[in-house]
């Protein structure tokens, strides 16, 4: 019988480096201002700050913006992370304190800023609750799903299309807790964290082997880095955006608009003596 403890390592390796990308500096995207830097070409304050409110979705930003904008972020950390990759495989660089290591840190942190980015731009909630150094469990959940998905899990799909409805139906601005630690979505959650632990070391050992040859190594490290991180990310893109949560519109009620409109035109009058 095989040993229980071998059977979860995987999983529990591949939550050790979410865990610590999730810590490095820069990784961690604020979504009020994410969205109002993203939104600002294109949309007027007053639904920019709806956006913020209550979801770009909510606001009735076009599709073909929100498309657009999730393009522009995907092509940006891609440079960064195939720009940083190729410089780890260089004599001095990440090498210093360990090539690999540092170089499946700086990847998956790139991997964990793009799927935020493309979680609120295609309408989801804050995905940090606080500024925790500690990633909460349903926070380090929706991670893993979504990065599942970014490497073409199929049940991990299942499980972001589920949590979605979720928050879709229950017009939810934070992440399902329970549903997520101890719900129907857990166990889904712990299959996709084993088998990405899996895939991450085989793909570990096989990236190590091309940094022992350092000038043809970063070259290989950059443009497979590229070659990766770009369909991944268009994988997850294409999943969210196939999603009800993300149709414009959705989410947005009338009654919650005048409210709104009420409250913003209260700050900008002066007040009656």
Known sequence: MADPKAIEN??????????????????????????RAALKRYCPAEQIERAIAYSPAGAGVPLEVITEIANTSIAFEASKVAG?????????????????????????????????????????????????????????????????VMFGVQMAQAGVSKVSTMIAGQVLKTLPQQALTKGTIYPVVKKVA??????????????????????????????????????????????LASLELTKPGHRAEADDFIIYA????????????
């Open 10 to 35: 995987p999983g529990s390796k591949f939550t050790q480096v979410l865990d610590a990308s999730a810590k490095l500096p820069g990784v961690r995207i604020n979504r009020a201002a994410y969205l």
């Open 84 to 148: 940083i990759s190729t410089l780890a495989g260089l004599p001095g660089g990440f090498a210093m304190i360990g090539t690999v290591p540092a170089d499946l840190l700086q990847y998956f942190g790139h991997v964990i800023r793009t799927a935020q980015k493309l979680a609120y731009i295609y309408s989801w909630p804050d995905l940090f609750a606080d500024d925790d150094q500690e990633l909460d469990e349903a926070t380090e959940s929706i991670l893993t799903l979504f990065v599942g």
């Open 194 to 239: 084993s088998y990405l632990g899996v895939r991450m070391t085989k793909q570990l050992f096989a990236g190590g082997v091309a940094k022992f040859v350092p000038v043809v190594g970063a070259v290989l490290s950059g443009g497979l880095t590229l070659a990766t991180f770009l369909p991944m990310s268009k994988r997850l893109q294409k999943h």
């Open 262 to 273: 009420e409250v913003i035109e209260d700050e900008i009058q002066p007040s009656k003596p």
